[in-house]
């Protein structure tokens, strides 16, 4: 972190991922997040995540759509409440 600015170097999508809104939480590992291409995926949190990071309804969070099937998404990243501001303000997500 950046002792005069505030800003912190966040882990920015690779490639095949995306920023999303996590929209509604459908129980156990799943998610439905509202991705930055306008589409509308199902995210399943993976197992290292699971019981580590809390996700709830609007959180930011990186996922990775699958190859054989565009409807559903891993996420990869949860965005604490400041650097999604950050984000925010850096004009990366909406």
């Known amino acids: 972190m950046s002792e005069e600015t505030g800003r912190r170097n966040l882990r920015m999508p690779d490639d095949d991922e995306l ?6 939480h459908n129980g156990g ?3 439905r ?3 930055e291409d306008g589409e509308n995926r199902m995210g399943r949190i993976p197992g290292r995540m699971k019981y580590r990071t809390w996700i709830n309804e609007g959180d930011v969070v990186l996922v990775e759509p699958w ?6 998404a891993n996420i990869e990243w949860r965005y604490s409440g400041k650097d999604a501001d950050q ?3 850096e004009g990366h997500i909406d």
């Open 33 to 35: 997040v509202r991705c």
């Open 19 to 24: 920023f999303a809104v996590v929209t509604e």
């Open 87 to 89: 984000l925010r303000r």
């Open 29 to 31: 590992n799943h998610v």
């Open 67 to 72: 190859d054989w099937q565009d409807e559903k």
